[in-house]
């Protein structure tokens, strides 16, 4: 028989009861059914589509014996730490501290230019893109009309295309989290450094930066863990190619689930990703959760 | 309070039991439903057309049937996919659906299709259909599991006019890969502006790649990619490295797209769209529903390509027997395995493949038709000048073999295609990457060298 204060404490997480059960039954479920399938052989047809038998760990030997595998990994970490953890967040950065200096008027033409990209819809942005940077694309008008060398880019220069491509359509998110983050600084402790001699650059070193450090981590979680899942951007601009050079992790699931039909595989390097967003996500808690100074 | 607790919950818990019970329930038993899941594209509506009519014939012939028509607006790989999805649960798998020949054996090995034997038995017509055709539904198991909607072949097509500037005697019928080679010199030395003699490469452009460029050259050598007899797959085959040296000089001397065009999943729209039509290209390697694209409606409108436009067999490597070779791929309609009115399914697919039907949907995608009265209409045989010159080649065609592990061997052949033009591996290395790639696929013990 439980006393009443212990009823009590459970009546407490009544409230949050639906979105306990929505967050298992749309995240957790998914998740432990790709865990599930990257274990079994799988498949969207042949022998083993309706009744998968048990493999195992056989999936992942694989993996790890796949060269693509490596490549893959690399190239996520790769376009997670350039266009995400440094482009997104620097640019964003950047843009809010100007955007406080700047006339409203440059300001808001900015701020609506830059969201813009943001609005789009994932895969108008990735057409967009793609029209950019393909071969005829806007890109390689512009470099003509000016004279200079055209470039293949999104064959010669896969990743760097697709990376600037989701900096140009991510960089909004970074710059409204820092606008707001930027606008809690309290004046009187800048004007108080101020006094003190601080000159432009140490006030934003030293009181602006540690003051927003909380915005800049969850900042920085947010956009790993969806540059981690970009998958539409890739796909439509280079589909992994040429040779495998922007296969992110993504995009090798997708190949190996959806057009080899081998779901058991494919939800094997789903798994590695999940983990490896669980990786960084525990990496940047820790952050959030260091005593401020 | 704890008794509040409870109730609270138990309401909750009875809400849940409810929610559950609202799932999509049965449609009721006097009226019945067939669900038809099919492709539909901006360039492919022949088949929507076709189903829309059987569905208003079926609907008045069979009073409460409802014909629900699910198209699916995908490419084929994502079509494919789609299908597959739905497949797997009986609650989502449709009662007929549009198949690609190529999948039928693996999904009848996944148990998606439903057996058709019983059925053709008392159906007249299908006595009608092409013998080769009907193969192409018929499993390892011998029975058959998918009627063929039309087939189609491959070609040669050139721009009459570029081949005329460049001095080239026409008709032009290349006899080997150096007449091809030789022709695509004199029109580039010609106009070098111009795209000679183009072949899909990479894995951009996907079973393009293998069905409308490398089993031509490959089948062309009288080498083949698996040897039927044995049902094994073939490795180290001077045929495959011949085939990957001829992409590479093609590629190399700039007869062909650059190879960054080549990757571009989007460049066989420039062929149809802009190149040919524009006398920009020589001539590329297509399907016979080409001209299912500049034909009025299509997706590219040509005026006039009737009197611009030449087809030509694909010829063998040295000109060998029998001097020609073509790939044939095709569609079919299938039945579900797990539906409810199979019978009354069946009845919708004789309905949707009679004559009249047939006859427009083949006319209208430029496909090549399976059944002999429909072969044999004026209407069919006048829809454009090509379409003897394209059904001949059903003589000399070849199918892909449709095993479950194909879509690996091909992306595999793709990639080798890719290694070759980009310059990053030699045809030698290529194809030995290929034959490691498929030993790893389905095992040494199913290889075969030769």
């Known amino acids: 028989m439980r006393s009443p204060a212990t009823a009590r404490q459970l009546l407490r997480y009544l409230p949050v009861l639906p979105a306990v059960l929505l967050l298992l039954v749309f995240l957790a479920g998914p998740v432990l059914w790709a865990f599930h399938a990257s274990l079994t052989d799988a498949g969207l047809t042949g022998r083993s589509a309706r009744n998968p038998s048990w493999v195992g760990l056989e999936n992942y030997q694989r993996l790890l014996a796949d060269p693509v595998f490596p490549l893959s990994v690399l190239l996520t970490v790769v376009f997670v730490a350039g266009s995400a953890v440094l482009g997104q967040n620097l640019l964003g950065l950047t843009l809010a501290v100007l955007m406080r200096r700047a006339r409203p008027l440059v300001s808001a033409v900015v701020g609506t230019t830059v969201v813009a990209a943001w609005v789009l819809p994932e895969i108008v942005a990735a057409f967009a893109a793609y029209a950019y940077f393909s071969g005829d694309g806007t890109l390689n008008q512009l470099l003509g009309g000016l004279g200079l060398v055209r470039q293949d880019w999104l064959y010669a220069f896969p990743m760097v295309a697709v990376m600037l491509a989701n900096m140009w359509r991510g960089t909004a998110f970074s710059m409204l989290v820092y606008r707001a983050a930027l606008n809690e600084v309290p004046a009187e402790v800048t004007e108080a450094a101020q006094m003190d001699g601080a000159r432009g650059w140490q006030r934003f070193a030293f009181i602006t930066l540690p003051m927003i450090r909380g915005s800049i981590t969850t900042n920085l979680m947010l956009i790993t863990l969806q540059t981690l899942a970009v998958f539409t951007l890739v796909w439509v601009m280079t589909a992994g190619g040429p040779a495998n050079a922007s296969t992110t992790l993504p995009v090798l699931a997708y190949q190996e689930a959806f057009k080899f039909g081998d779901i058991g595989y494919g939800t094997a390097v789903a798994s590695v990703l999940i983990l490896i967003g669980a990786a960084f996500g525990l990496g940047y808690v820790r952050l959030l959760r260091e005593p401020r100074p | ?450």
């Open chain 2, 1 to 450: 309070m704890r008794r509040r607790a409870l109730k609270t919950m138990s309401l909750i818990a009875a809400a849940t039991v409810v929610l559950a019970a609202c799932s999509p329930g049965d449609p009721g038993a006097s009226s019945k439903t067939l669900k038809v899941a099919y492709q539909k594209t901006d360039s492919f509506t022949a088949l929507d057309t076709m189903l829309q009519a059987a569905k208003q014939e079926f609907e008045a012939a069979n009073q409460g049937v409802t014909v629900d028509l699910q198209p699916i607006q995908a490419n084929d790989d994502d079509y494919g996919t789609k299908l597959a999805l739905a497949l797997r649960s009986p609650s989502t798998a449709p009662d007929i659906f549009y198949e690609d020949t190529f999948k039928v054996r693996s999904d009848v090995d996944a148990g998606y299709l439903l057996k058709l034997d019983s059925y053709l038995e008392g159906w007249e017509e299908w006595d009608t259909f092409d013998d080769g055709a009907k193969a192409a539904g018929r499993a390892d198991d011998g029975g058959t599991y998918a009627v063929p909607l039309g087939t189609d072949t491959r070609a040669i097509w050139y721009n009459r006019k570029v081949l005329e500037a460049a001095g080239v005697t026409l008709p032009w019928e290349p006899r080997s890969w150096q007449d091809i080679l030789d022709t695509a010199r004199k029109i580039k030395a010609n106009d070098p502006t111009v795209i000679p003699f183009n072949m899909y490469a990479g894995k951009g452009t996907g079973e393009g790649t293998v069905m409308q460029s490398f089993y031509e050259l490959l089948y062309g050598t009288g080498s083949s990619l698996y040897d039927e007899e044995t049902g094994k797959w073939v490795v180290g085959s001077a045929g495959f490295q011949d085939s990957l040296a001829f992409l590479k000089t093609l590629y190399d001397e700039q007869l062909a797209v650059s190879p960054a065009e080549a990757l571009d999943a989007n460049v066989w729209k420039k062929v149809f769209g802009e190149w040919l039509p524009n006398a920009k290209m020589g001539a590329t390697v297509e399907g016979s529903y080409a001209p299912s694209f500049w034909q009025d409606g299509g997706s590219y409108e040509w005026p006039g390509y009737e009197q611009d436009i030449g087809v030509a067999p694909f010829p063998t490597q040295h000109g060998q027997a029998p001097g020609a070779v073509s790939m044939s791929g095709g569609w079919t309609l299938a039945l579900g395995a797990e539906s409810k009115e199979p019978e009354l399914a069946f009845s919708f697919l004789t309905t949707a493949l009679n004559e009249e039907n047939s006859l427009s949907f083949t006319v209208e995608s430029s496909q090549i038709a399976v059944r002999k009265d429909v072969a044999a209409d004026p209407g069919y045989l006048d829809a454009n000048p090509f379409v003897r010159d394209v059904s001949a080649l059903v003589s000399v065609t070849k199918y892909r073999p449709a095993t479950a592990d194909y879509p690996r061997i091909s992306a595999a052949v793709q990639e080798a295609t890719e290694a070759v033009i980009t310059g990053s591996r030699s045809p030698q290395e290529a194809a030995a990457d290929y034959d490691a790639a498929v030993t790893d696929i389905v095992g040494a013990a199913k290889t075969v060298r030769k």
